[in-house]
């Protein structure tokens, strides 16, 4: 097997796993042929459509997400090669890859609008014996981070469970290993969290003396992620993620105390303002949702919830008129390596927040209840200046905070604590900076 990565644009480095990379090498292939054979798989759900065109000439027309097209014969020495929209016929991807002749080739374009990225897998790998199959994990979400891969029967449990690859880190392979045939579940999690579900497909197939590949992609909010699976030479099926992410942040004057719960889920039991819940993983769609402030409950509504995206339900205001805001959390890492996406929420009575990271603006006049868009800027590994404002003046500084590269930050606004004095210079208000990712 020979899995080539390539970025069209500078985003996250890629990290190459020994065991599961080979850089693919040019020259004669077998019997010298000059010839060999690609196709397009379209892992990307940011485009329904996707072309793919090797020395001007057209391979694969109007492959579909998570589908994959027919091969189709390329000369080795001529392999300037483009993915490109249908209709329109945007390029969003283009390389010249060293390829080899005599064998078959599967292009790879996944990431999403901005930031597309496409990978190149040699499918050269030796069949293994009858009622054996073999399997290649590839984790094409960098922005998911490390994961573990659990393969199982349909109803044996995650905690004693040993897991196919483990620790495989964004941009990686697993290399193929064989288990038996059969038909089994699939169970992804955060890398050593078993808790941390991102994905759970319930039944896949492998077939006897098949080799296969399941590919894990980013879901919109950059920590769940899709599945499709491809057989060497043969066909992709699409298993996408069903689930979302949730958390309740308490955010209440006079130090509110909040119980939350989705789905049956709890994500607070009588937290005291103000205080951020971990997300909890959940069906997406309609829910069913309970909420009590001091220990009345409230009819708020229940939100419906994006499939793979994460939200956070802010619950603010007086508690004696309490009001609840969906937030939708893009955790999704930064498009360019290096930056840093912050944003702020403001959950405040008072309109006019504002947030000035290394004496820039990141966000303005953020409005009661509500979040600003992302903002970037430049990781620092020694600290900046940072300033949250409101109209009355500045309610947190911090003059040495660290950016890591690559990271996401929220802040939020927050009431303090009744009767606790903060450092912020206006008493009963202060911010709650929170590291998402990664």
């Known amino acids: ?13 890629l990290s190459l796993s020994a065991t599961a990379f080979l850089t693919a090498c040019g020259g004669g292939g077998k019997d010298g042929d000059s010839n060999t054979q690609v196709r397009l798989l379209n892992a990307t759900r940011s485009y329904n459509s996707l072309d793919l065109e090797v020395d001007s000439k057209k391979i694969n027309t109007a492959v579909a997400y998570a589908s994959v097209g027919d091969y189709g014969s390329v000369n080795t020495g001529a392999t300037a090669s483009k993915v490109t929209t249908n209709p329109v016929g945007t390029s969003i991807s283009a390389t010249t890859p ?10 790879i374009t996944y990431g999403f609008a901005g930031a597309i990225r496409t990978t190149l897998l040699q499918e ?3 069949v293994p014996a009858a009622n054996k199959a073999k ?22 449990p995650l905690d004693s469970a040993t897991p196919h690859t483990t620790n495989l880190q964004g941009g990686s392979g697993s290399g193929y290993g064989e288990i038996n045939s059969g038909t089994f579940r699939v169970r992804v999690t955060g890398y050593n969290k078993r808790s941390d579900l991102r994905l759970d497909i319930p039944a896949i197939t492998l ?11 980013a879901t919109d909010g950059g920590v769940l992620v899709n599945g499709i699976t491809l057989v060497q030479k043969g066909v992709a099926k699409n298993f996408a993620n069903t689930q979302s992410r949730v958390r309740t942040v308490a955010a209440l004057s006079a130090a509110g105390a909040v119980t939350s719960s989705l789905n049956g889920q709890t994500m607070f039991n009588g937290a005291i303002s103000p205080l951020i819940s971990d997300y909890v993983t959940t069906a997406s769609g309609a829910s069913t949702l309970n909420v009590a402030v001091n220990g009345v409950n409230r009819a708020f509504a229940a ?5 793979g995206k994460d939200a956070t339900l802010l619950v603010w205001g007086d508690p004696a008129n309490p009001q609840l805001t969906v937030l939708d959390d893009d955790n999704r890492l930064p498009t360019v390596s290096g930056e840093v996406k912050i944003r702020l929420v403001n959950a405040l009575p008072t309109s006019g927040a504002g947030l000035n990271v290394a004496f820039g603006s990141i966000a303005s006049n953020v409005a009661a209840g509500s979040a600003s868009t992302f903002g ?31 990271s996401v930050w929220t802040f939020f606004a927050v009431p303090t604590t009744s009767g606790v004095t903060t450092t912020a210079p206006i008493a009963g208000l202060a911010a709650l900076p929170k590291r998402e990712r990664p």
Do not use: H
Not at 1 to 13: D, G
Not at 135 to 156: E, F, I, K, M, R
Not at 377 to 397: E, H, K, N
């Open 376 to 406: 970037t800027t430049s990781s620092s590994a020694t600290g900046v200046q940072v300033d949250l404002t409101v109209p009355a003046g500045t309610i947190y500084t911090n003059s040495a905070l660290v950016f890591p590269a690559n």
């Open 207 to 217: 077939d006897s003396a098949s080799v296969n590949t399941l590919i894990l992609t």
């Open 124 to 126: 050269s790998e030796t």
């Open 98 to 107: 060293t390829l080899t002749g005599g064998t078959n080739y599967t292009y």
């Open 135 to 156: 399997l290649l994990v590839l984790n094409l979400a960098p922005d998911a981070g490390a994961l573990d891969v659990y393969v199982t029967g349909a109803t044996d």
């Open 303 to 307: 939100p419906t919830l994006g499939v």
């Open 1 to 13: 097997m020979r899995f080539t990565p390539w970025a069209t644009r500078l985003v996250l480095t």
